[in-house]
């Protein structure tokens, strides 16, 4: 038996519920600001300014937001999100349902769609995909190759843990069955990721694209990921000038739904936030992304649009706590009272008026509160230096050194100025009786290997939600991995009260149930306390007056085929 529910429904990503939307892409184009240009604002080149280059553009093998920038343009799933939202809605499936179970769900797909080579989107197309990634062997397994796959669906065919994918059926020509061993919040919200878009079967077998080489830090990819990615949407790939940092898409003038508006577009790669921003104000670019919040003022009184985003992140101060036998994690933080110590003696409300844009706001679960699960009966740590001193006192941990690290040459969503944000904090935890050693490290791939390898005792660090589903956020943070712990971002932290938790809730088939064991995680995850949350803030992209139709994504997922530009 199988339940079929609405679209109001669906918008709670972390319930295992089916939509029916029978939407056309025009309409869907309209609601997005797009469909108003008129024809004659049709045409014409966008030049958009990129923090980085893309690693390739098969989202099969992606995890970096430049390299997802391109491939949402080129390549779609079975479901997507609303434009400036976070609202699960069809892609190529027109609707979906659910077994009462939650294992296995029926896709009705979009008829007459074709990949950018001709080739027929169809069940059999969809399965192809589905089992293309649960038998990927070799290098292809490597969390640095397959990160998303193994996020989310846990295993691989021929691994000691296969994950929870039972398999695909093309029932008939237009309806593909997927059917999963467990089930899991993050289906079907997870879907809607770029790294499970529907690819070609024909280009894909063609060029070999599974065939990885090199090795895990320095994966060699294929003819197909960096020449010929084959999708069904708007754009179609042209170039990539990688000497000039350049990748070009054309409209796909054969595409399913309303073409898009503009004749091509340029991602141009500029790391640096100041030069892309002088790019912008000498009209060599049409917009750019992680727009200095000191900026918006000067932009906007020069012309410019300042698109921002809804808050979906969360910035928080890392703990390396070293629980685990083993491990060389300074011996005071395994002391609660010495982490509550860091808890008060952040000033959030200060950072999140001083630093970050307006909007923004003071974190006190490690998630939004517009994902459901979020708890509003959490443990909080008000600021307070002289309880903070008191705790170091009782814990005898008065004047505790903290190597406290943070990033250089770096702008994130969540965090805009990591010297400033660093130089807030480091006075507040001063007061409060630690003493700091300060470590400056370039982003990538310095800073995130010194954080994953436990060399800082606290650190920065952050995330964007990919999909509205809480286990996105606190299950990426706290589950529990093959090791018995949980996320070396956080340092080595073993916690068998927060695993069993989230794996309960993860594996809960009723929604209702599921938010209330998640609201029970987030309890359990602010009582011990692995890390501190701090914010939430919401990021901006830019671009030229004459730039119209882009809609800002919480997701960072903007969709530029209803982009124009204005006469």
Same mark, same amino acid.
């Given at each position: 038996?199988?339940?079929?529910?609405?679209?109001?429904?669906?918008?709670? $990503?972390?319930?295992?519920?089916?939509?029916?939307?029978?939407?056309?892409?025009?309409?869907?184009?309209?609601?997005?600001?797009?469909?108003?240009?008129? *024809?004659?604002?049709?045409?014409?080149?966008?030049? !958009?300014?990129?923090?980085?280059?893309?690693?390739?553009?098969?989202?099969?093998?992606?995890? #970096?937001?430049?390299?997802?920038?391109?491939?949402?343009?080129?390549?779609?799933?079975?479901?997507?999100?609303?434009?400036?939202?976070?609202?699960?809605?069809?892609?190529? $499936?027109?609707?979906?349902?659910?077994?009462?179970?939650? /294992?296995?769900?029926?896709?009705?797909?979009?008829?007459?769609?074709?990949?950018?080579?001709?080739?027929?989107?169809?069940?059999?197309?969809?399965?192809?995909? !589905? #089992?293309?990634?649960?038998?990927?062997? @070799?290098? $292809?397994?490597?969390?640095?190759?397959?990160?998303?796959?193994?996020?989310?669906?846990?295993?691989?065919?021929?691994?000691?843990?296969?994950?929870?994918?039972? @398999?695909?059926?093309?029932? #008939?020509?237009?309806?593909?069955?997927?059917?999963?061993?467990?089930?899991?919040?993050?289906?079907?919200?997870?879907?809607?990721?770029?790294?499970?878009?529907?690819?070609?079967?024909?280009?894909?077998?063609?060029?070999?694209?599974?065939?990885?080489?090199?090795?895990?830090?320095? +994966?060699?990819?294929?003819?197909?990921?960096?020449?010929?990615?084959?999708?069904?949407?708007?754009?179609?790939?042209?170039?990539?000038?990688?000497?000039?940092?350049?990748?070009?898409?054309?409209?796909?003038?054969? =595409?399913?739904?309303?073409?898009?508006?503009?004749?091509?577009?340029?991602?141009?790669?500029?790391?640096?936030?100041?030069?892309?921003?002088?790019?912008?104000?000498?009209?060599?670019?049409? @917009?750019?992304?992680?727009?200095?919040?000191?900026?918006?003022?000067? /932009?906007?009184? *020069?012309?410019?649009?300042?698109?921002?985003?809804?808050?979906?992140?969360?910035?928080?101060?890392? +703990?390396?706590?070293?629980?685990?036998?083993?491990?060389?994690?300074?011996?005071?933080?395994?002391?609660?009272?010495?982490?509550?110590?860091?808890?008060?003696?952040?000033?959030?409300?200060?950072?999140?008026?001083?630093?970050?844009?307006?909007?923004? *706001?003071?974190?006190?679960?490690?998630?939004?509160?517009?994902?459901?699960?979020?708890?509003? #009966?959490?443990?909080? =740590?008000?600021?307070?230096?002289?309880?903070?001193?008191?705790?170091?006192?009782?814990?005898?941990? /008065?004047?505790?050194?903290? %190597?406290?690290?943070?990033?250089?040459?770096?702008? %994130?969503?969540?965090?805009?100025?990591?010297?400033?944000?660093?130089?807030?904090?480091?006075?507040?935890?001063?007061?409060?009786?630690?003493?700091?050693?300060?470590?400056?490290?370039?982003?990538?791939?310095?800073?995130?290997?010194?954080?994953?390898?436990?060399?800082?005792?606290?650190?920065?660090?952050?995330?964007?939600?990919?999909?509205?589903?809480?286990?996105?956020?606190?299950?990426?943070?706290?589950?529990?991995?093959?090791?018995?712990? $949980?996320?070396?971002?956080?340092?080595?932290?073993?916690?068998?009260? +927060?695993?069993?938790?989230?794996?309960?809730?993860?594996?809960?088939?009723?929604?209702?149930?599921?938010?209330?064991?998640?609201?029970?995680?987030?309890?359990? +995850?602010?009582?011990?306390?692995?890390?501190?949350?701090?914010?939430?803030?919401?990021?901006?992209?830019?671009?030229?007056?004459?730039?119209?139709?882009? *809609?800002?994504?919480?997701?960072?997922?903007?969709?530029?085929?209803?982009?124009? /530009?204005?006469?």
């Amino acid at each position: 038996m199988t339940r079929r529910h609405t679209r109001a429904v669906a918008a709670s $990503a972390s319930a295992l519920i089916a939509v029916t939307l029978s939407a056309c892409a025009s309409s869907d184009r309209d609601d997005s600001g797009g469909g108003d240009a008129a *024809e004659g604002q049709s045409g014409g080149t966008l030049v !958009f300014g990129a923090a980085g280059d893309p690693a390739m553009f098969d989202p099969a093998f992606a995890s #970096d937001g430049e390299t997802f920038r391109v491939a949402r343009q080129i390549h779609e799933g079975l479901l997507t999100n609303e434009p400036g939202t976070t609202e699960l809605v069809p892609a190529l $499936a027109e609707d979906w349902e659910v077994s009462e179970d939650g /294992l296995e769900y029926t896709f009705n797909l979009r008829e007459d769609v074709q990949f950018h080579d001709g080739t027929a989107f169809d069940a059999e197309a969809v399965c192809f995909n !589905f #089992d293309r990634w649960h038998n990927f062997t @070799g290098l $292809a397994q490597s969390p640095s190759a397959s990160y998303y796959y193994q996020a989310v669906f846990g295993g691989f065919a021929d691994s000691d843990n296969p994950g929870i994918y039972e @398999g695909c059926e093309a029932t #008939d020509e237009n309806t593909a069955v997927i059917t999963f061993n467990q089930v899991t919040s993050k289906i079907p919200a997870a879907l809607s990721l770029p790294a499970f878009s529907i690819q070609s079967p024909t280009a894909l077998q063609e060029y070999d694209a599974d065939n990885l080489s090199g090795s895990e830090d320095a +994966i060699t990819y294929t003819e197909y990921a960096l020449e010929h990615p084959t999708g069904t949407g708007p754009f179609k790939f042209d170039s990539w000038d990688r000497g000039n940092g350049e990748v070009t898409i054309v409209r796909n003038e054969d =595409y399913w739904g309303e073409p898009a508006l503009l004749d091509e577009i340029i991602f141009r790669t500029i790391p640096d936030g100041n030069t892309r921003r002088q790019e912008l104000q000498a009209g060599t670019i049409d @917009g750019y992304d992680f727009v200095s919040p000191a900026d918006y003022d000067t /932009l906007e009184g *020069e012309g410019a649009q300042v698109l921002v985003r809804d808050p979906f992140n969360i910035l928080y101060l890392g +703990i390396n706590g070293g629980n685990v036998p083993g491990t060389s994690a300074n011996p005071a933080l395994q002391d609660i009272r010495v982490r509550q110590a860091l808890a008060h003696a952040i000033d959030r409300e200060t950072i999140v008026n001083s630093l970050l844009p307006e909007g923004a *706001e003071v974190a006190t679960n490690f998630m939004p509160p517009t994902v459901d699960g979020w708890a509003d #009966d959490v443990q909080t =740590y008000e600021y307070d230096p002289e309880r903070a001193r008191q705790l170091l006192e009782e814990a005898g941990a /008065l004047g505790t050194t903290l %190597r406290f690290y943070y990033p250089t040459d770096v702008s %994130r969503p969540y965090l805009p100025d990591p010297a400033a944000m660093y130089q807030v904090i480091s006075e507040d935890l001063q007061e409060a009786g630690f003493t700091i050693e300060p470590t400056a490290l370039q982003w990538n791939p310095d800073y995130l290997q010194a954080v994953q390898s436990g060399q800082a005792d606290i650190h920065l660090l952050g995330w964007t939600g990919d999909y509205n589903d809480a286990y996105n956020f606190i299950g990426t943070f706290f589950a529990e991995d093959q090791n018995n712990q $949980a996320s070396a971002e956080f340092g080595a932290f073993s916690a068998p009260e +927060i695993f069993e938790a989230l794996a309960e809730a993860d594996a809960a088939p009723d929604p209702a149930d599921r938010t209330e064991l998640y609201q029970e995680a987030n309890r359990l +995850i602010k009582e011990f306390l692995p890390a501190v949350p701090i914010s939430h803030s919401p990021p901006a992209l830019v671009v030229a007056e004459n730039v119209q139709g882009l *809609e800002p994504s919480p997701l960072t997922a903007e969709d530029f085929s209803s982009v124009y /530009l204005e006469d």
